[in-house]
T-cell receptor, first 113, second 109 residues
Framework: NAGVTQTPKFQVLKTGQSMTLQCAQD?????MYWYRQDPGMGLRLIYY???????DKGEVPNGYNVSRLNKREFSLRLESAAPSQTSVYFC????????????FGPGTRLTVL | SQKIEQNSEALNIQEGKTATLTCNYT??????LQWYRQDPGRGPVFLLL?????KEKRKERLKVTFDTTLKQSLFHITASQPADSATYLC????????FGKGTRLHILP
């Protein structure tokens, strides 16, 4: 099993450009999450999806959209990137059976110039 | 709003001693509290989960306590080793897990 995979690993954007961060898990987990991590700020929840077909806002959803394409995939879209969105983005998934333990992907380092 | 505080930004401990990390939370009552380890450039890795009706949980050299009255969890690493050096994240919560900023632990040889 690959676990949680994220693409791309690194990305540089110019202000105003758009892009989609991809996340997939092969563990048949129900819930998936997107976090951003900034120095001194810790992990902050952007959006999460408790099950296929549902999405909910987290702490910092402004400037982002998500799509739970199917049970395996959960994408994060930046419609018009801003320098404040420079961060490391982590995707995570969780199985209801493994009561709240989250499995994280390796992260995407995004720089917005 | 919900708030999580973890003690100090960095903690230096001599090898072989016990490292104790603190997590305090306010404005909610989570049924669970988790601890994760994060190494530089990597995603967090789950270590332990403790439920609100459990006072203490152990796993090898790790011990976690959960005091719902004080709204505090303590995370202990006994017989610490340089390989334990990492950032440790506290995460109270249920379906919507909120993470603390983490404590960087350095085990000095």
């Amino acid at each position: 099993n690959a676990g949680v995979t994220q693409t791309p690993k690194f990305q540089v954007l110019k202000t105003g450009q758009s892009m989609t961060l991809q996340c997939a898990q092969d563990m048949n987990h129900n819930s998936m999450y997107w976090y951003r991590q900034d120095p001194g700020m810790g992990l902050r929840l952007i959006y999460y999806s408790a099950s296929e077909g549902t999405t909910d806002k987290g702490e910092v959803p402004n400037g982002y959209n998500v799509s739970r394409l199917n049970k395996r995939e959960f994408s994060l879209r930046l419609e018009s990137a801003a320098p404040s969105q420079t961060s490391v983005y982590f995707c995570a998934s969780r199985s209801v059976a493994l009561v709240y333990e989250q499995f994280f992907g390796p992260g995407t380092r995004l720089t917005v110039l | 709003s919900q708030k999580i505080e973890q003690n100090s930004e960095a903690l230096n401990i001599q090898e072989g001693k016990t490292a104790t990390l603190t997590c305090n939370y306010t404005n909610y009552s989570p049924a669970y509290l988790q601890w994760y380890r994060q190494d530089p450039g990597r995603g967090p890795v789950f270590l332990l989960l403790i439920r609100e009706n459990e006072k203490e949980k152990r796993k090898e050299r790790l011990k976690v306590t959960f005091d719902t009255t004080l709204k505090q969890s303590l995370f202990h690493i006994t017989a610490s080793q340089p390989a334990d050096s990492a950032t440790y994240l506290c995460a109270p919560g249920d379906d919507k897990i909120i993470f603390g900023k983490g404590t960087r632990l350095h085990i000095l040889p």
